[in-house]
Nanobody
Framework: QVQLVESGGGLVQAGGSLRLSCAASGSSYAIGWFRQAPGKEREFVAAINWNGVDTTYADSVKGRFTISRDNDRNTVVYLQMSSLKPEDTAVYYC????????????WGQGTQVTVSS
């Protein structure tokens, strides 16, 4: 059974940085970050495969966000967010996919990120 726990959210000023963490138990092929702002649908942010070689990003965060993972003892996937904008405000979720086509099966509870202008 895969369990995902996000942490690292908070309040930051526009232009600032924040690092989110997703602690994952169990095996997965890929882990992704998604976000959902109030009144909007959930959207993809970034994803990384099991060995960290393959990463993908939404156009809206390319060049500002970096996804990485640490598989040493337990799997932790990080989302380093820089040059934050008010429109990055959302609840951020990490999700796990056991499939190479990145269909996500397990989800964390989310962490709130608020960017003030």
């Amino acid at each position: 059974q895969v369990q995902l726990v996000e942490s690292g959210g908070g309040l930051v000023q526009a232009g600032g940085s924040l690092r989110l963490s997703c602690a994952a138990s169990g095996s997965s092929y890929a882990i992704g970050w998604f976000r959902q702002a109030p009144g909007k649908e959930r959207e993809f942010v970034a994803a990384i495969n099991w060995n960290g070689v393959d990463t993908t990003y939404a156009d809206s965060v390319k060049g500002r966000f970096t996804i990485s993972r640490d598989n040493d003892r337990n799997t932790v996937v990080y989302l380093q967010m820089s040059s934050l904008k008010p429109e990055d405000t959302a609840v951020y979720y990490c999700a796990s996919s056991p499939y190479s086509d990145y269909r996500y099966k397990h989800w964390g509870q989310g962490t709130q990120v608020t960017v003030s202008s």
